[in-house]
């Protein structure tokens, strides 16, 4: 029949591996202690910068974030009889020929994005993506 340990026992061997580990520690703490109080400061330095995995990172991720800005559908009502891009204005001087607002909005109305406006869209596709 084995013993089982008492409550006094396993305070005692806690209070063993308590003082063990204090004096284990004590040595250590005495040399932070006494270099620190020398006036001697811990160096630090750091690590040289690695540009080009940043610059591919960079370069990788730019036309996935430029694309859905490019295609992004700047009408919500394109193609729809509520679309007050699909109304065009139009004037016919008495000189030249007639001049409307159909040219500039019809990208828009038609559901286009950045790239289908007339001054802007030549400029977006210079874009990446």
């Given at each position: 029949?084995?013993?089982?340990?008492?409550?006094?026992?396993?305070?005692?061997?806690?209070?063993?591996?308590?003082?063990?580990?204090?004096?284990?520690?004590?040595?250590?703490?005495?040399?932070?202690?006494?270099?620190?109080?020398?006036?001697?400061?811990?160096?630090?330095?750091?690590?040289?910068?690695?540009?080009?995995?940043?610059?591919?990172?960079?370069?990788?991720?730019?036309?996935?974030?430029?694309?859905?800005a490019?295609?992004?559908?700047?009408?919500?009502?394109?193609?729809?009889?509520?679309?007050?891009?699909?109304?065009?204005?139009a004037l016919?001087?008495?000189?030249?020929?007639?001049?409307?607002?159909?040219?500039?909005?019809?990208?828009?109305?038609?559901?286009?994005?950045?790239g289908?406006?007339?001054?802007?869209?030549?400029?977006?596709?210079?874009?990446?993506?």
């Amino acid at each position: 029949m084995q013993k089982t340990p008492t409550k006094a026992a396993a305070a005692l061997g806690t209070l063993v591996l308590s003082v063990a580990g204090l004096m284990a520690a004590s040595p250590a703490q005495a040399a932070t202690t006494s270099a620190t109080n020398s006036g001697a400061q811990p160096k630090a330095s750091l690590q040289p910068l690695a540009v080009s995995p940043a610059l591919a990172g960079l370069t990788g991720a730019v036309p996935d974030v430029v694309r859905p800005a490019k295609d992004f559908r700047l009408d919500p009502l394109a193609n729809s009889a509520a679309d007050p891009l699909n109304n065009g204005v139009a004037l016919k001087p008495d000189q030249g020929g007639p001049v409307s607002t159909q040219p500039v909005t019809s990208g828009l109305s038609n559901g286009g994005g950045l790239g289908s406006l007339p001054l802007v869209g030549g400029a977006a596709g210079l874009l990446p993506g």
